[in-house]
């Protein structure tokens, strides 16, 4: 008989998460996620996403380090000859992420996008995932989120399922 596991078995905590408001700046993002990569006294040891919080404090969304990605341009410099090109360029680029009014409102992956219930087994969040091509997934349990789903939360299990 084939091992099911549910989605509130194998994710991660809601509290075990990074949180920034909604109306921070996309750099605040970046040094709130840089500095969860050093939690606990462990090199790279934080979460790929930071949850979002209105300014209520309730949950709003997630920001991944894909949107964060998307948000800084880093595609478009990379294609951009002229600013490699010049010693002045990736100055002039750091100067404008830092004062960029981009908020992470405005990058966010909403909550109500892409989510899974606690009670659903493992095969449907994979499914889930796969079909909203994300690597996270919140988990609710009564519509309020209680934790992160995971891609490497269903890697961790995979072989019980073979």
Same mark, same amino acid.
């Given at each position: 008989?084939p091992?099911?596991?549910?989605?509130?078995?194998?994710?991660?905590?809601i509290?075990?998460?990074?949180?920034?408001?909604?109306?921070?700046?996309?750099?605040?993002?970046?040094?709130?996620?840089?500095?969860s990569?050093?939690?606990?006294?462990?090199a790279?040891?934080?979460?790929?996403?930071?949850?979002?919080?209105?300014?209520?404090?309730?949950?709003?969304?997630?920001?991944?380090? #894909?949107? +964060?990605?998307? @948000?800084?341009?880093?595609?478009?410099? =990379?294609? %951009? /000859?002229?600013?490699?090109?010049?010693?002045?360029?990736?100055?002039?680029?750091?100067?404008?992420?830092?004062e960029?009014?981009?908020?992470?409102?405005?990058?966010? #992956?909403? +909550?109500n996008? @892409?989510?899974?219930?606690?009670?659903? =087994?493992? %095969? /449907?969040?994979?499914?889930?995932?796969?079909?909203?091509?994300?690597?996270?997934?919140?988990?609710?349990?009564?519509?309020?989120?209680?934790?992160i789903?995971?891609?490497?939360?269903?890697?961790?299990?995979?072989?019980?399922?073979?």
């Open positions: 008989m091992i099911t596991k549910r989605a509130e078995e194998i994710m991660v905590p509290e075990d998460y990074s949180t920034i408001s909604e109306n921070a700046t996309i750099y605040e993002a970046i040094k709130v996620l840089q500095y990569f050093h939690r606990d006294g462990k790279w040891y934080g979460h790929r996403s930071v949850i979002v919080l209105k300014e209520d404090g309730s949950l709003t969304g997630i920001l991944t380090l #894909r949107g +964060l990605l998307k @948000a800084v341009g880093f595609q478009e410099l =990379d294609e %951009e /000859i002229s600013i490699k090109a010049e010693s002045w360029g990736w100055y002039f680029t750091e100067h404008l992420r830092r960029s009014k981009m908020r992470v409102k405005d990058v966010m #992956r909403p +909550l996008l @892409a989510t899974i219930d606690a009670k659903a =087994d493992v %095969e /449907i969040a994979a499914i889930t995932l796969l079909r909203h091509r994300v690597n996270s997934l919140p988990v609710l349990k009564n519509g309020k989120p209680v934790g789903l995971r891609t490497l939360d269903i890697f961790r299990i995979i072989d019980q399922y073979f």
